[in-house]
T-cell receptor, first 113, second 116 residues
């Protein structure tokens, strides 16, 4: 059973545009929602994370929007740059740290110059 | 920031051999580490949770006799793929977290395993 559904599978955005990736979860016990960026041949790197007690969190060009009632959260990348081209994974867990992450299926983002 | 190191980054070996992958937390002690497996263009799938000083907890469908995990110290966990076969070829990634409250998981750069 896939507990975190991610869309789209791939995304092409022009430089300077906004990239939007969506995720939906099923397990209401999840209380920690990070986004990871992965470049080919590398491990995932944490971008930004949110807990369900806030509806939005912004760090630089990256913003997470969270809708607890709909069990959905999304990543917005403002002013997308070619260097943002990577695979993005949403994830969820019950608490940080010692709990394993359940990952979404990933979104391959390509930012065209 | 917290750094997790994996070694080797890439290994090629013949079918039937055993391969050991190391995961180290370089600047913090990790009582819990996680091992994930990632096939090309797919997501990360949790294989097992490694707890220092105790037996690992394996996810359903992961053969514990095939994938031996040892977490003998607070900074080192190892994954040994025993009698590896071509279908074991994959990208193996570990993660660890600092013991302080509400700390995120930090991932290693992965090990690409190719079995000929």
């Amino acid at each position: 059973q896939q507990q975190v559904k991610q869309s789209p599978q791939s995304l092409i955005v022009q430089k300077g545009g906004i990239s939007i990736i969506n995720c939906a979860y099923e397990n209401t016990a999840f209380d920690y929602f990070p986004w990871y960026q992965q470049f080919p041949g590398k491990g995932p790197a944490l971008l930004i994370a949110i807990r369900p007690d806030v509806s939005e969190k912004k760090e630089g060009r990256f913003t997470i929007s969270f809708n607890k009632s709909a069990k959905q959260f999304s990543l917005h990348i403002m002013d997308s740059q070619p260097g943002d081209s990577a695979t993005y994974f949403c994830a969820a867990s019950m608490g940080t740290g010692r709990r394993a992450l359940t990952f979404g299926s990933g979104t391959r983002l390509q930012v065209q110059p | 920031g917290a750094v997790v190191s994996q070694h080797p980054s890439w290994v090629i070996c013949k079918s039937g051999t055993s391969v050991k992958i190391e995961c180290r937390s370089l600047d913090f002690q990790a009582t819990t580490m996680f091992w994930y497996r990632q096939f090309p263009k797919q997501s990360l799938m949790l294989m097992a949770t490694s707890n220092e000083g105790s037996k690992a907890t394996y996810e359903q469908g992961v053969e514990k006799d095939k994938f031996l995990i040892n977490h003998a110290s607070l900074t080192l966990s190892t994954l040994t793929v025993t009698s590896a076969h071509p279908e074991d070829s994959s990208f193996y990634i570990c993660s660890a977290t600092e013991p302080r409250l509400n700390q995120p998981q930090h991932f290693g750069d992965g090990t690409r395993l190719s079995i000929l």
